[in-house]
């Protein structure tokens, strides 16, 4: 275990370093979360298709988790179950667009993780820095249960559990408890648990729970372990993954349609229907769960005793429980949605719930089609000071208030851009496919070869792996 | 699919042209006995330990199968369900002894597979070659199943079904059907199917069974597949083996001591009992057997309903059914000993079971202890044909026949050789092991780690497996 040690401390070094404008020490928040003895006890795979370039790298590392799909390098770091997607990766030849000017990529992109620690972690999609469009980099950075890191190269960062940096390239951050932040570029910025944050050049939005909520749902300090509804709900259903990561093989134990990808790294029970065109990523779980054509579940989302009628978009880490939503609702990252057995919440078509909301019904609620949502609603009072119809907030020019949610600027550039991007994600994901054009992740993502990699089990080297490299 | 073709043509036209003296074309032998569709199917895996150097190479090649401990590089070769083990090889720093002189071995030694087409085939210890002492070479070869190639490197060769080379280099040789060769080294020969042939400075001890014999147990031609009891035998257990590659971890189903190395990928059934100091390697079967201190059983070895006192050695593809076998018996490769429930067959103590032997009884038989056998034997008047006292064996200097057995040299010479072979074995294996010292493969194959990888699922690569480098 020495190396592992000296590997978990060299990590602990260099972003409490980076992070000493804010007097920050990882060190707590690290060994309490995982203790080292974990990181022997778990694998980490690898997946290789023809579709994707291929080139793993992985060196002095401490590995469980999964890597596929695309080009990855992985030096001196410690992943731990955590999901690196790179099937959003650029490709050499592309051109990247960004403030009116094109890029050219000359080289495949790579993500590289270096020196850093992340815990149940997903990094997804590919750099939105357009200053290093080849290299999605995660540098000297500390990340703890469920966050996400999207599109987001960093360096020196602390993201809390729960959180989710989104487009947006951090220097020095440290983005707290169940954070959502889309702002483009911080640096050396501290951001408050439970804030909400999407800014643009042409707006801002911004909302933060009370202490009251995070203090329910997600809440975590230095000495303690990350508690709350959300993890007590992660948790309870972590021994059904076991079972998955068992096996060698698992053949899908309902029919899935030729158009559509049932990850096998997923949990799949009772009465589940897989509609054409549908995704479900690794680590999804769906229980009792219909998902009409083009729906997509991605990490780590819960679908359970729910109805998605088509083309609806379950971000990484979403939770919709005894619900029925309509055609092309967008769930946003971390988002926790729950109905009642007696009263599912009912979403209409073509709503979009913001990230990190959560919904958690104590009466009957139906949130209208064409609604944003945002914030805490667990009753139709809460839903006033929480929602605006689409129409509505497109004519915002300026300044506008509701509740404790400050929007600044174009709402109809806002709403443009979520549009925008819920249509990039569905033609991305395989939804419009036609049986020969729009092929997506639900087509190309149905025949992974997954290869499996293990670390040292005794003596100095015990919990690191060994170093890797595969190629074509 | 189309690489595959081209690399499987690219192996039979090399070989050929090795063996275009005998006017060989293995072509129809090899695409008889596994489609490339069965070559998709299966997984590679590869352990990892902190005792044994650490370096894989695997390029351009389909590799189902194992390569573990040591070095191992594969290259634009075919291994399907072989067994690549190197826990025996030389390492940087050992002197190695030939022909009275003393050899430095100056770096760790590779298992060099190259161009190669090996089927169900078991490559162990280390190059007996003494003019390459760091290179374990088998090239432009193609190996039929359950063939052992045992410290014997290798090129321009066919070696039939159950087929033996031991401590013998080979060049442009054809190794007939259950054929066994410890011959030191061969150039452009032709051995046939069923000889067993142990040849050095000091002795000559030549056997063949008789055609009848080999019809029934075990034959083969270009247009079929091998058959015969032997490979009806391995085929009615194949689906054992099943459950113990679908998983990913496996327990041990039942107590093994902290002295002894169960391989999780052995099977175990019924009433089975592991001693102190025992090594069951990968694909070991195991059904109510009671396995003594100090008791080994190999790669392809099955166990069923027999009893080993203890030190008895069950070399690779060796099958012991309903017998007992008193201390220190030595079971050669290949060898099939079959007694009956109602009179199980019984060995005595330190007697010699001659790789390749075949004892199916038909009346109730005792091997005494100290004696050697070979051949096949069904009842107490071929065993007189075919087995003498090694203190008989010792005297003999010269020329000695016994049935179709032909002997020549020194008898106390090969009795010697035999039994330093057989403490080596046992030394090597762990058999000794005190706690302290003598460690072996029983305590030092205890805490693998194995990682698996997969072939491409799907296009112009389907079959082929990524090229993957793997270090410390």
Not at 425 to 448: F, M, P, S, W
Request: with cysteine; glycine share 8%; proline share 4%.
């Amino acid at each position: 275990m020495k190396q592992l040690e000296k590997l978990s401390d060299r990590i602990i070094n260099r972003v409490n370093i980076n992070l000493r404008g804010f007097e920050l020490d990882v060190t707590p928040f690290i060994k309490k979360t995982v203790p080292l003895t974990q990181l022997v006890k778990f694998y980490a795979f690898y997946g290789v298709t023809s579709h994707h370039p291929l080139h793993f790298n992985f060196t002095h590392s401490s590995l469980a988790g999964s890597y596929f799909l695309g080009k990855c390098k992985i030096d001196r770091s410690v992943l731990y179950k955590s999901d690196i997607r790179g099937d959003e990766l650029k490709r050499k030849g592309d051109l990247c667009h960004s403030h009116d000017s094109a890029i050219p990529i000359d080289e495949d992109e790579v993500i590289r993780i270096k020196d850093s620690y992340l815990i149940k972690t997903l990094v997804h999609n590919y750099s939105h820095d357009p200053e290093n469009p080849e290299e999605f980099l995660i540098r000297n950075t500390v990340s703890l249960p469920y966050a996400n890191i999207h599109g987001a190269p960093m360096e020196g960062c602390f993201l809390g559990p729960f959180s989710t940096v989104d487009l947006t390239t951090l220097h020095g951050c440290i983005i707290g408890t169940f954070t959502y932040v889309q702002v483009g570029e911080l640096f050396h910025h501290r951001i408050d648990p439970g804030r909400v944050w999407i800014r643009s050049d042409e707006f801002d939005f911004n909302y933060s729970f009370d202490q009251e909520v995070l203090d329910h749902y997600i809440s975590f300090d230095a000495d303690k372990v990350p508690r709350g509804v959300l993890m007590d709900f992660v948790e309870d259903r972590k021994i059904d993954f076991e079972s998955v990561f068992d096996v060698v093989h698992l053949e899908p134990s309902i029919s899935v349609p030729d158009s559509s990808a049932l990850n096998r790294y997923s949990v799949v029970k009772g009465d589940t229907h897989i509609g054409e065109n549908v995704l479900v990523a690794q680590r999804g779980y769906l229980e009792n769960a219909w998902l009409g054509t083009g729906a997509n579940v991605q990490e780590s989302s819960y679908i359970i005793n729910s109805r998605l009628e088509g083309n609806d978009i379950t971000a990484h880490g979403g939770k919709i429980i005894n619900a029925r939503l309509g055609k092309k609702v967008f769930v946003g990252f971390n988002a926790f949605l729950q109905g009642k057995m007696d009263y599912p919440l009912v979403i209409g078509e073509e709503s979009i719930i913001m990230p990190h909301t959560i919904i958690d019904l104590e009466e009957s609620l139906e949130i209208p089609s064409g609604h944003m949502v945002w914030g805490c609603i667990r009753n139709r009072e809460d839903l006033k000071k929480h929602s605006i119809s689409l129409k509505e907030l497109s004519q915002i020019e300026g300044q506008f208030t509701l509740g404790s949610m400050r929007f600044q600027g174009s709402g109809s550039n806002f709403v443009q851009a979520f549009q925008e991007r819920i249509e990039h994600i569905l033609e991305a994901n395989g939804a419009y496919y036609d049986g020969e054009k729009h092929r997506g992740h639900a087509q190309e993502g149905q025949t992974i070869s997954y290869n499996t990699i293990q670390p040292y089990l005794t003596g100095d080297l015990k919990g690191i792996y060994p170093c890797i490299d595969i190629k074509p």
